[in-house]
């Protein structure tokens, strides 16, 4: 690449990147503001009807409950709903924007109720570490980060001299690569526990409460960081062979070694290269973790779908589309600008 193309691209770069932070910098703006208007809860309770407001007063001097109260606060826009049981059971809910507070019973502000509600509950707010969308961007990020160190040595097994570590490798990419990832998961988190005896709430203490929550994200975690080393493997060998064999008989001419020409001369070379296919395959990583549902495992989509089942509403499915559409965008535009700045200097 000639100097001028060089100087143009980092140009175009540095343009691209100031467009981008001024862009960014309006919506930090604008969310300021508005969080600085957002409605506080107290402000939403005051805003009850007659009928809610005296429930409850009698409930502070009354053991009997009868009105549960539904706070959601996402920073920008909040929600409150009241809703009684009984025979003359009330129901009535609110949103809080821009300082106004607004009836949520229907027509508009009904939709941007629920969409908060559900947005809310799926972002796991105010629950433990593991849960919605800490669950889903956990969980990939840790299978990425160990499928990734467990590829470097199938892609190095596989293109060994050594035929018995080079059919191994390839056999474990072709049956990872092969078969369904919903179907390993099955078999690792029920059939494994079958064979040896053992169940994966028993790694964990025996009162403890969430040892099947955890036992169910240590099988994820496993059958999701297997395949993705299989997938990331053939990554890693491809960037790996791209590399001029030249550099493999300078090395040797030097007096190195097979593992330290890797080390110090090969794979620093390929990495660059391994960098756009791995950050595609992250994001796959991302959609591919809603498969957790299946094994009861609390993440965007199997709260949308609990939440689903108990209101009857499929209106829930849309901000979980949005949200998994965020965390991809949010991921695709970070490696976008690694990949073009680990570019421009080639």
């Known amino acids: 690449m000639s100097k001028f193309k060089k100087l143009v691209d980092f140009k175009n770069w540095q343009k691209s990147t100031k467009t981008v932070a001024m862009v960014i910098l309006a919506i930090l703006v604008v969310i300021f503001v508005l969080s600085s ?18 429930i409850i007063e009698d409930e502070k001097t009354s053991s009997r409950k009868s009105l549960t109260i539904t706070y959601n606060d996402l920073g920008v ?3 409150i709903s009241f809703t009684t049981s009984g025979a003359s059971a009330l ?20 939709f941007a109720g629920q969409m908060v509600n559900y947005t809310y509950r799926m972002l796991g707010t105010g629950e433990n570490l593991l ?3 800490k669950l889903t961007l956990l969980l990939t990020t840790l299978s990425m980060i160990i ?10 097994g596989k293109i060994s001299e050594n035929k018995v570590i080079s059919k191994l490798s390839s056999a474990y ?42 036992g169910a994200f240590i099988a994820a975690l496993i059958a999701f960081s297997l395949n993705a080393a ?13 590399i001029d064999k030249g550099q493999n008989e300078a090395a040797k001419a030097l007096g190195m070694g097979y593992g330290q020409m890797m080390r110090t001369i090969i794979i620093p070379q390929s990495i660059r290269r391994m960098i756009p296919p791995l950050c595609n395959e992250f994001v796959m990583m991302i959609k591919d973790v809603s498969l957790v549902f299946a094994i009861s495992l609390m993440d965007i989509t199997t709260i949308s779908k609990t ?40």
């Open 37 to 54: 208007l957002n409605v506080s809860e107290q402000d939403m309770l005051r805003n009850a009807s007659p009928e809610i407001e005296q």
């Open 77 to 79: 826009i909040s929600y």
């Open 173 to 214: 990419i072709f049956f990872f690569r092969g078969t369904p990832l919903l179907i390993q998961m099955f078999v690792i988190y029920f059939s494994v526990p079958g064979i040896f005896g053992f169940a994966w709430r028993s790694l964990f203490a025996a009162g403890d409460p969430e040892a099947v929550y955890k």
């Open 307 to 346: 939440i689903m089942t108990s209101e009857g509403n499929y209106l829930v499915f849309i901000p979980a589309l949005l949200i998994y559409l965020v965390i991809t965008a949010v991921f695709t535009f970070i490696f976008g600008k690694i990949e073009k700045r680990l570019s421009i200097y080639e």
């Open 230 to 242: 299989a997938y990331c493997a053939e990554i890693v060998r491809a960037a790996i062979q791209s």
């Open 131 to 133: 849960h919605g969308v």
């Open 147 to 156: 499928g990734a160190i467990f590829s470097v040595f199938l892609a190095l």
């Open 91 to 110: 129901k009535e809910s609110y949103v809080g924007f821009a300082g106004g507070i607004y009836g949520a019973d229907e027509g508009g502000w009904k």
